[in-house]
């Protein structure tokens, strides 16, 4: 019943179902991030300490007017949590019973990031030697299912999920006054470039299932379900501020002050952006089971998705900037008072531009609210028919063939700034694509199994992907490429076929251990990569990089009982997982000229590895698990690691985007005390490893000024920091 959508692989969710006598359960945690503690902490203004915004009702144009850009004061930096949960099962008659299982929980995280961060495509842009962001993150989730058995063979069940996740970010980029913008106009050194970033992401999720299973006669079953889900992903009233001269607020000299920076308008500027999904999903299974080494699955499932965006932006149009020093960088709310907008002409101190005028109404760009700066809407529609027999056709071989034929449409329609004069602003995908799979299971023996599977899959385009639409951040921008999807005359590949291989052999020693060895394979046509341009913006584009990459591997698993107990369960048990992927890809020129709305190249380069693939990942862990009367303790180390991997291709003769490997450890000890307490210590991100981003082979010397200290054997470090450990110790009850 998966969707043909596999290359990123799918997650089923089956929500808890309670059964047993009812019981409560309530736990509560503290913590803190080593980085955080100790920090003047801020946050930005208008949001709540659990991760909500209340302003989501009011005009963009209105909020500036009457809110101000500065962050605020934060609570101490301490990092909390708390869940409650509880069941009950009512029992109707012999067969029938009727279960309620309900759960809220709340966490948050403090975390203190201090490092580097550059824009260098093929030169440096701007440079900021010492960003400090205060990073704070909130997990709201509740959930409620009820469900009721008829009788043995028919039950229904209702399961509602919420979830808001939520991430505020307060940067200050280049607080040590030695930032650096290749625009600036200062002449005052290297010019004390400076940027102020206030953001506040916010993510709420509403999933409601209705689910049906079934038992007739003569070996019948029917599964269905339907869904309707509802996706709101906002960032409201990011503030973006600019100075130049910095260090001249570092000086204690009142004679000497900053001053703004305003290459264009929006490099002061206010950002609002909303996107909100609506997906209505369903399936029906039919099973039938023909006799004991027949059984056969046949069914529909399908989905119907629509996604909405918006943004706004309005930027501050200084009048005078020299006349306007900044006395205190801790203090622009009363700069950017509404009192000092320059209405009537001549009588304030800045205006708020835009790009576009309201809807009908052609009466400047200035001083006005505007419909919106862009816009898209994108539209995904799959239905599926499928079929699969399971086949034991003896003790030893099982086979599981499969067929699939899934009716692909998907489109986008976009208004954006800036559009390419012969893009029309709409694609429009079809496709009718079949997919047939297998899978085969030989038993070796009693405690081994051979397996070897082929499927054929399909990867299709996310919105983000396919909309014309350019997110800008302070280093990076990053933009979506209508043209995967189609080129505007309709021809040109819509999805990438995707061929999937892979042979396992598994051993079962002893109960709960295992040792594993497989070998897999892709093939992949058309596939998509993010690309950096070679151009002034430095834009990352979504191109179909090439006609095919190839994917070979192997991984190793190993769960191993080193101690066990009387009763023959693991108290000392380790295991761990290890793959190698070895990728390549051909890469291949896209020229504007053969009709594509956005075009690159590689220069002399023919093959590269696939974004976002890691050649090597690392998993392990370590569990003690001893018993003392009725002390249960459980301790819990866990490694994971993954290797180098391209974050974005570098256009022309630009080196790659690189996100350095990254090294994890946590540890986690549980202590149970009888049948009701539970008191848990965490320590997590034990080796606290560099965060880095890093652009390779640059050809720029280890010397040179505009980039000493960032660069490596010609490799320039583009954003680097450290998360810090997470320390945390949770106490929980059960009633």
Same mark, same amino acid.
């Given at each position: ?238 503030? @973006? ?11 204690? =000299?009142? $004679?000497? %002050? !900053? /001053?703004?920076?305003? #290459? ?42 629509? @996604? ?11 009048? =005078?900037? $020299?006349? %306007? !020093? /900044?006395?205190?960088? #801790? ?405």
């Amino acid at each position: 019943m998966f969707y043909g959508d596999f290359s990123a692989g799918n997650v089923n969710i089956d929500s808890k179902e309670y059964t047993g006598d009812g019981y409560l359960e309530v736990s509560l945690g503290s913590g803190f991030n080593t980085n955080a503690a100790g920090t003047d902490f801020v946050t930005s203004e208008g949001t709540s300490f659990f991760g909500f915004y209340n302003r989501y009702d009011n005009d963009p144009f209105a909020i500036i007017l009457s809110h101000g850009v500065d962050p605020e004061a934060a609570s101490d930096p301490t990092n909390i949590s708390g869940t409650i949960e509880g069941g009950y099962s009512l029992t109707l008659n012999e067969n029938s019973r009727l279960s309620f299982f309900g759960m809220a929980s709340f966490s948050n995280g403090y975390e203190f990031l201090e490092g580097p961060a550059l824009d260098f495509t093929n030169d440096i842009k701007v440079r900021f030697p010492l960003v400090n962001e205060y990073s704070y993150g909130t997990t709201t989730t509740a959930m409620g299912n009820v469900s009721y058995r008829i009788n043995k063979d028919h039950k229904v069940k209702f399961t509602s999920l919420f979830v808001n996740s939520a991430r505020d970010a307060v940067g200050y980029y280049g607080i040590g006054g030695n930032g650096f913008n290749r625009d600036g106009f200062s002449n005052n050194g290297d010019g004390g470039y400076f940027q102020l970033n206030v953001q506040f992401n916010q993510d709420m999720i509403f999933v409601n299932q209705l689910n049906g299973t079934h038992l007739f006669e003569d070996d019948w079953g029917l599964d269905w379900g339907i869904g309707f889900n509802k996706v709101f992903s906002d960032e409201p009233d990011r503030k @973006r501020i600019s100075l130049e001269d910095y260090q001249f607020a570092l000086d204690n =000299d009142p $004679n000497t %002050n !900053p /001053i703004f920076y305003d #290459n264009i308008a929006f490099d002061n500027q206010r950002f609002f952006q909303s996107i909100e999904d609506d997906e209505l999903s369903s399936f029906i299974n039919l099973s039938k089971k023909v006799s004991e080494k027949v059984a056969l699955n046949f069914g529909y499932n399908g989905r119907r998705k629509e @996604r909405r965006f918006n943004n706004w932006r309005y930027g501050y149009q200084i009048a =005078d900037k $020299n006349a %306007n !020093p /900044i006395t205190d960088v #801790n203090n622009f709310d009363d700069f950017f008072d509404v009192s000092n907008i320059n209405i009537p002409s001549g009588t304030g101190l800045w205006d708020l531009f835009i790009v576009r005028n309201p809807q009908g109404v052609n009466i400047g760009l200035q001083n006005r609210p505007q419909l919106y700066e862009n816009t898209y809407k994108g539209n995904l529609d799959i239905h599926a028919v499928y079929a699969t027999a399971e086949l034991n056709l003896s003790d030893k071989w099982l086979l599981i063939p499969g067929f699939r034929v899934e009716s692909y449409k998907q489109g986008i329609v976009y208004d954006v700034i800036n559009p390419v004069p012969t893009d029309p602003g709409v694609r429009n995908a079809y496709e009718n694509i079949y997919l047939p799979s297998l899978n085969v299971r030989y038993a070796l023996n009693e405690d081994s199994n051979l397996r070897f599977s082929f499927s054929k899959t399909a990867s299709f385009p996310e919105f983000k992907e396919s909309a014309n639409f350019v997110y800008e951040g302070v280093v990076q921008r990053v933009g979506g490429n209508p043209d995967l999807l189609g080129k505007p005359d309709g021809t040109g590949p819509i999805f990438s076929e995707i061929f999937n291989y892979d042979l396992k052999y598994e051993w079962f020693p002893n109960r709960g251990e295992l040792i594993s060895l497989a070998a897999f394979a892709k093939t992949i046509n058309d596939p998509v990569n993010r690309v950096v341009a070679t151009d002034a913006t430095g834009n990352q584009r979504y191109f179909r990089t090439g006609e095919q990459a190839t994917v070979y591997g192997v991984e190793v698993e190993l769960r191993k009982n080193i101690i066990n107990d009387t009763n023959d369960n693991a108290v000392l048990s380790f295991g761990a997982n290890a793959a190698y992927t070895y990728t390549e890809q051909d890469l291949k020129t896209v020229s504007t000229s053969d009709g594509f709305t956005f075009g690159t190249s590689f220069a002399d380069r023919t093959t590269e590895e696939l974004e976002g693939a890691s050649p090597f990942i690392i998993n392990a862990d370590i569990n003690f698990s001893p018993e003392f009367g009725n002390y249960k303790p459980s301790a819990s180390l866990a490694y994971s690691y993954f290797s180098d991997r391209i974050y974005a291709i570098g256009s022309g003769n630009l080196g790659n985007m690189v996100e350095k490997g990254v090294p994890t450890l946590n540890f986690v000890w549980t202590n149970t005390f009888g049948e009701h307490f539970e008191a848990n210590l965490s320590a997590q991100n034990l080796l606290d490893p560099d965060i880095s981003l890093i652009r390779e082979n640059t050809g720029v010397e280890d010397n040179n000024p505009l980039v000493q200290g960032f660069v490596k054997d010609g490799n320039v470090t583009l954003r680097e920091f450290k998360r810090g450990m997470n320390i945390g110790l949770t106490l929980k009850y059960k009633f």
